[in-house]
């Protein structure tokens, strides 16, 4: 083995992505599944796939489409904010029987049957953006242009439901905020009878205008975005009930006490939807009659500090009961019609799938796992899977699918029962099930086609300081015990929405491996502020959201030492992306004595320019709060650094703008503090071609090496 092939295949691999299925839908009996997933480790083409039984069929693929990645502006947004890095068929809806599946690429409508037959073009009005089945399968919605369509599958004929009035409305897409921090992906959904649609019309009037170029490309003209910085205006966003008889009606609520549409949705019981108070401290479920547009107060929820919105949820059992969360003391809980049905300790991830009264969900109470738990009112919550990991799943007609990332690797096992439950057993202890496996026998088993790392991380988990702050120390494979001193490398994100330290081959621990072997103790933390430590524990980061995760840094660095006392403490370097390259920034700058060398990518230094609900949600209204910018923004301690640093930014980063950087850079000159900077050109907030990001590992091993002067022989 040859570490230095590692940054290569780490860039080939799309950062070990590529090979592995997703996306699954499963039939209503169970028997079907389709899913995407390229063909292997190196290829980035997306196709379509079918399991049907246990044999996997290819139903699409791309190149037999005359596909020329030609992708519409609106879909590279959707792209973007989705972080997708395959190319292809990178999306896909099917009918309620999963009979017949449809996808776009290039921009063109296609559908193919899973019985059989070669995909066929469907004509539409323009291109195609989210197209979705209505339940029956007789015709298609999708965007183009702003506008909502419909098309009959039957005889082509092309329905216009809305159009925008003015160039700066869109029908039937997510906000920019919505789909980036929020996780709300879709604009629009189908009623189950297919005669409706509920459609959020978007518009960016009131928000600024900013402009992102390519200073590689000159002649090219910038992008225009329309950004929602802190403390700015956001979209006015409405949701309406559309007929496809022409009927239109709006929902009402009080949209100037509540404009963030958070989430949306229609079940058997009509329209379902969550919206949140600018503050996010307050967030309403509302039912809403698809006749009228009034809406009826299903749940009030309020927090001092704000209402984290959990993926899949609100949402309503067969009887109608809602199912959300509540937080008790310190853990997120699950409720069902009001009542906790989870045990205090085990935190609620996600809302997966509700089939009856039946709630299939995930959650933890070891934040380093994640486990597939189900709970229905007769054998309360019980534990499907098994197994250090982080595990997920769907379920249908009898059929359990339960996806693990392990440290092995990755596995999707199919186990059919032909029971309601998916082949829970029954067994109980103190008034909920715990530990118990699935019952039904592996029937299947879907192929992951990913390229095993040139390097597996070898991890020694430890626990730091007295909040037991869950840490990976990450040594190289030729170190003894005595031997030599090693310079440290922190390695966190240690922030909101994102845990590090997982026991999963995560490609972010397979590149700490590498930098292990190339001479350096590797230590990655996750502290206070990350998820599935319960709300307190997220929430300490409430109106400084530096202090805390530094300090929390440091505890972790100190323990590593302590198991290993090879570490060299007057060595240590740190590096992030992100919020993790903002920490990385803050540290050298904040606590030069501990930290000596920083590489800072992509990172928000002036949390002033990040959109208003990811950035408002933990410091409050720039205006009313504004000491919380300042306490969390590096760029006002520029003239502090006496160590060096290294900022990397992607120019064509709609996300996190490129300002943050050159703000931070000019700061920097200005206080007389000399840096380095590398900007990637035409690199938006996650790199992935595959030149820029192999050589982006290899200039921050020769910067780490050089400021922390490890020797060339041990960075070989």
């Known amino acids: 083995m040859d570490i230095n092939d590692f940054p290569r295949q780490i860039a080939r691999t799309q950062r070990f992505s590529l090979g592995v299925p997703r996306a699954f839908t499963l039939s209503p009996d169970g028997r079907r599944a389709l899913f995407l997933r390229t063909r292997g480790g190196e290829d980035r083409t997306s196709c379509l796939w079918l399991l049907d039984e246990d044999q996997e069929r290819l139903l699409v693929a791309p190149e037999t489409l005359g596909a020329a990645e030609s992708v519409p502006e609106a879909e590279r947004i959707r792209r973007e904010r989705a972080r997708e890095r395959a190319t292809g068929v990178v999306a896909y809806a099917a009918d309620a029987d999963l009979r017949t599946a449809f996808f776009a690429v290039d921009g063109r409508l296609w559908a193919v049957d899973t019985d059989g037959g070669d995909p066929r073009l469907v004509p539409t009005a323009g ?201 008790t003391g310190d853990t997120r809980r699950l409720l069902v019609a009001g009542r906790p049905v989870t045990p205090e300790g085990l935190q609620i991830r996600e809302v997966l799938d509700v089939t009856g009264e039946s709630v299939l969900f995930t959650a933890n109470d070891e934040p380093t796992e994640k486990h597939l738990w189900v709970y229905d009112p007769e054998h309360g919550p019980v534990r499907l899977s098994e197994g250090p990991g982080l595990h997920t799943g769907y379920r249908a007609g009898g059929t359990l699918l339960i996806a693990s990332h392990t440290e092995d690797g990755h596995t999707f096992r199919v186990s059919r029962t032909g029971r309601a439950d998916a082949g829970i057993a029954t067994l109980t202890e103190t008034g909920h099930t715990i530990g118990v496996s699935p019952s039904g026998r592996v029937q299947a088993e879907v192929a992951s086609l990913d390229m095993k790392p040139l390097l597996v991380p070898r991890i020694t988990w430890l626990r730091a300081g007295d909040r037991e ?55 990655v933390a996750d502290g206070r502020g990350t998820p599935g430590r319960g709300p307190v524990w997220e929430k300490a980061v409430r109106g400084d959201t530096l202090t805390a995760p530094l300090e929390d840094q440091v505890t972790a660095l100190h323990a590593a030492a302590e198991h290993c006392p090879e570490l060299d403490l007057g060595r240590v370097g740190i590096r992030g992306w992100s919020y993790g390259g903002t920490l990385a920034a803050a540290a050298v700058l904040r606590m030069p004595e501990v930290f000596h060398a920083g590489v800072s990518g992509a990172a928000p230094s002036d949390q002033r320019l990040y959109d208003t609900h990811w950035k408002e949600r933990f410091l409050g209204h720039p205006d009313e709060e504004p000491e919380n910018y300042e306490h969390s923004s590096p760029i006002g301690d520029a003239a502090r650094l006496r160590r060096p640093l290294l900022l990397v930014h992607g120019l064509a980063d709609d996300n996190v703008v490129a300002a943050h950087t050159l703000r931070m850079s000019a700061a920097l000159l200005a206080a007389g503090r000399p840096h380095q900077v590398l900007p990637l050109s035409g690199a938006t907030h996650m790199p992935t071609a595959e030149a820029a990001v192999e050589g982006l590992l290899r200039h921050q091993l020769r910067f780490l090496c050089e400021a922390l002067k490890v020797p060339e022989a041990a960075s070989a």
């Open 469 to 523: 702050i869950r840490t990976a120390l990450l040594l190289p494979s030729w170190h003894r015990p005595g031997g030599d001193p090693l310079p440290v490398l922190m390695a966190p994100y240690a922030g909101p929405s994102m845990l590090l330290a997982i026991r999963a081959r995560h490609w972010w621990l397979c590149e700490a491996q590498w930098f292990a072997e190339s001479g350096f103790a590797v230590v």
């Open 127 to 327: 291109p195609v953006i989210d197209p979705r089945p209505d339940p029956t399968g007789s015709r298609v919605a999708y965007v183009t242009g702003g506008a909502l369509h419909v098309v009959e599958l039957a005889d082509g004929h092309d329905r216009l439901l809305a159009s925008p009035d003015k160039p700066e409305v869109v029908w039937g897409l997510a906000e920019h905020v919505a789909a980036e921090s929020m996780g709300r992906m879709r604009g629009y959904w189908w009623s189950p009878d297919g005669a409706r649609l509920l459609a959020a019309r978007v518009d960016t009037t009131p928000v600024q205008r900013w402009w992102i170029a390519d200073p590689a490309n000159p002649s090219r003209p910038p992008s225009e975005i329309a950004y929602p910085a802190a403390g700015t205006a956001n979209a006015d966003v409405s949701l309406h009930v559309l007929g496809l008889d022409g009927g239109a009606v709006e929902l009402g609520w009080d949209r100037s006490a509540y404009e963030y549409v958070a989430t949306a949705g229609w079940d058997a019981h009509g329209p379902l939807v969550s919206v949140q108070s600018r503050d996010q401290r307050t967030l309403l479920v509302l039912a809403a009659d698809p006749d009228t547009g009034e809406t009826t107060l299903l749940r009030e929820q309020r927090d001092p500090a704000w209402v984290e919105l959990i993926a899949g949820t609100p949402v309503r059992t067969a009887s109608g009961a809602l199912v959300h969360t509540g937080d």
